[in-house]
């Protein structure tokens, strides 16, 4: 079992300081694994998952039935509730739980969904609970050879004097198989291809259409077929709406429904001091990765999912404000990715797969910022440098640079 040890250590600074915590992320993304690992540290826990027949009638019957707890040792016992969420009046349930018992025990909330964007339920919890998020495995936590936080702030170029022998195999696994556990694990191909069959699927027809009211899943389906091939490039709405005759606003709901269920994410624009920059749209990229065919576009996707991984995890912990964004001008010049702390431009990321020189739009962007730049690469096993006039730019394979990432 993978032990998941970077999650492990978020988890111990935020239960420090809070008794109840949110566990969010994808469905198959190893959240139950997880939570057992965080059990192992306390003699008395409890595990509760509304999807369980008897565990709903437990909770409907009798509010405060995680007091029946068997005990083995001292401490707070540890309170899981897994999928919660689906409980109509989860929210209220969850405040009444906290202000009552709070000193008592630990909560340990998991769900599929965006935890903390669910409207239905009433009060708000704000204040009660901090969240982080668990998602499939990427290259820095596999290659465990990540670079301390403030290291990698003070120095977002420096690359590791010696690597991983397994990163650049690593690498090419998680092209084939995708971070989900399941199929990385099993290291089959095949085994990737009978799990992609029925993950979105799955989900679709059973976890969204439980909890939303949309009811054309087929339509909801066969969008989720078609956005293979728009990754790297700035979503149009309008284009897919006419290739599914329906309307814009179901596309529109549609996206945002799989974003807030962990089948994908986006990003916007960066626009300040970008000549003429686009404002409006947005790109999006998906966790299950091998099912993008076009290999630059899978390449940049795999990019962007150990860039968000990061920057949630930073911003999990409480280090800033970090924020991902891709730049491009009404030229159609662009760079894929700018990581920005605290609203302001932090680091550009270009992914180019096989181009050993920085491209030169990356350099131009870069002088408009004034920020350090890197152009990763999909082969070699070196890095090189180059100058623009008073920044850097760092070539690098991708595997090599990413590895580092906190």
Known sequence: MWKRKSYKRIWDELAAEKAMIFLAGPRQSGKTTLTKIIAEQFPNTLYFNWDIVSHREKLLKNSTFFEEVERKGEGRPL???DEIHKYRDWKNYLKGVYDQFHDDYQFLVSGSGRLDMYQKGGDSLAGRYF?????????AELGEWATPFKQFIDDPLRIMSSAHQDLQQIWKSLAELSGFPEPYLSGKVTTWRRWSGGYAQQLIREDIRDITDIKSSAAMETLYHLLPSKVSSPLSIPSLSRDLQVSYNSVQNWISVFERFFMLFSITPWTARITRAIQKERKI????TPRIMDKGARFENMVALDLWRAITS???MGYGNFSLHFIKNKEQQEVDFLLARDNEPFLL????ATELQPSATLRKFQQALGVPAVQLVNEGEGYRVFTNGEQKIVVAPAWLWLAGLP
Do not use: R
């Open 314 to 316: 930073w911003n999990d």
């Open 131 to 139: 969240m982080f998020h668990l998602w499939p495995f990427t290259l």
């Open 349 to 352: 990321i270009e992914a180019k």
């Open 285 to 288: 990229y998906l966790f299950d």
């Open 79 to 81: 309170i899981i509730f």
